[in-house]
């Protein structure tokens, strides 16, 4: 059964850096690209980011571009998200999603619970 | 404009059906996409329902009830997800999702109640 843990959530103050992870079990993690997908309190669902099987190739939304680097460790079964100059608006509920395959041009599969980022001075 | 435009909510009564709308942006055809609608309950992930590209490309979620279909209106530039036999159980936020432009996009999501 494929699960995915997140972690590395908490308050962090705007400017500053967060790094979320993500645990993943159940799969061949490296058959398969991964995506963040945030969820702002009371909103709908935001793309935030994706990347390739073996990291080949990876996308940002434009309202984190610049800012926030996805990046994973086959080896370690992990997915990560460097969060860096915060803005109050990056608040949300983060979740670690796999895609359907090795490509991150294909939708979401199976999701993480997520991890809480609230961003405040 | 938003590239996908869903109303916030929606209200029908058990039995009845509810069509839900993801309207494109006017300078986004609907008709090449591949329109997929995922179900969110509270305090749950959301859950792929189904995809819809026409009716001879599409494909259910695993385990989701035939009540579920995808359309397209082409004269409206819009996708419908309709639910038949509305239960008190399909109560839940719906989003439409689609990959534009090396990007995926959410629409802002409707709340059904069911009442």
């Known amino acids: 059964e494929v699960h995915l843990e997140e972690s590395g959530g908490g308050v962090g103050q705007p400017g500053k850096s967060l790094k979320l992870s993500c645990a993943a079990s159940?799969?061949?993690?490296?058959?398969?690209?991964m995506h963040w997908v945030r969820q702002a309190p009371g909103k709908g669902l935001e793309w935030v980011s994706s990347i390739a099987w073996n990291s080949g190739s990876s996308g940002y939304a434009d309202s984190v571009k610049g800012r926030f680097i996805i990046s994973r460790d086959n080896a370690k079964r992990s997915l990560y998200l460097e969060m860096n100059s915060l803005r109050v608006e990056d608040t949300a509920l983060y979740h670690c999603v796999k895609a359907e395959s090795k490509s991150w041009g294909t939708p979401f599969d199976n999701w993480g619970l997520g991890t809480q980022v609230t961003v405040s001075s | 404009q938003a590239v996908l435009t869903q109303p916030s909510s929606l209200s029908a009564s058990p039995g009845a059906s509810a069509s839900l709308t993801c309207t494109l942006r006017?300078?986004?055809?609907?008709?090449?996409?591949?329109i997929y609608w995922y179900q969110q309950k509270p305090g749950s992930p959301p859950q792929l329902l189904l995809r819809?590209?026409?009716?001879?490309?599409?494909?259910?979620g695993f385990g989701v009830p035939r009540r579920f279909s995808g359309s397209k209106d082409a004269s409206a530039n819009a996708a419908i997800l309709l639910i038949s036999g509305l239960q008190s159980d399909d109560e839940a936020d719906y989003y439409c999702?689609?990959?534009?432009?090396?990007?995926?996009?959410f629409g802002g999501g409707t709340k059904l109640t069911v009442v």
């Open positions: 819809y590209q026409s009716d001879s490309h599409k494909q259910q």
């Open positions: 006017s300078d986004i055809n609907v008709g090449p996409y591949i």
């Open positions: 999702l689609i990959w534009h432009n090396t990007a995926w996009v």
């Open positions: 159940g799969f061949t993690f490296d058959d398969y690209a």
